[in-house]
Nanobody
Framework: QVQLVESGGGLVQAGGSLRLSCAASGRTLAGYAMGWFRQAPGKEREFVSV????????YYADFVKGRFTISRDKAKNTVYLQMNSLRPEDTAVYYC?????????????????WGQGTQVTVSS
């Protein structure tokens, strides 16, 4: 059984940076797109970014364009989210996800795998 485990969250001041990691264990995720979502208190979970298996497909939500960068290391079965210029409104639990299609992640429909989440808190 595959598990997705996020790490790298924490407390940072506004303008700072964090790098989230999501490692898949149990088996390889060959062919899977991987992505990130976030959920702030009292709000719905929202799409942040997705990267296709080959890395040729990458999408970002408008509110992170130019600040966040997604990447993956297929050999390590890991996806990363480099977050720069963080703002207090970026405070949320960040979740990793994986699915055979990037479209499923972008639209948050019937996603095959989810991680447990990692807390990111940005202080002003």
């Amino acid at each position: 059984q595959v598990q997705l485990v996020e790490s790298g969250g924490g407390l940072v001041q506004a303008g700072g940076s964090l790098r989230l990691s999501c490692a898949a264990s149990g088996r390889t995720l060959a062919g899977y797109a991987m992505g990130w979502f976030r959920q702030a208190p009292g709000k719905e979970r929202e799409f942040v970014s997705v990267i296709g298996w080959s890395g040729g497909i990458i999408y970002y939500a408008d509110f992170v364009k130019g600040r966040f960068t997604i990447s993956r290391d297929k050999a390590k079965n890991t996806v990363y989210l480099q977050m720069n210029s963080l703002r207090p409104e970026d405070t949320a639990v960040y979740y990793c996800a994986a699915d055979l299609t990037s479209a499923a992640i972008r639209t948050m429909r019937d996603i095959a795998l989810w991680g447990q989440g990692t807390q990111v808190t940005v202080s002003s």
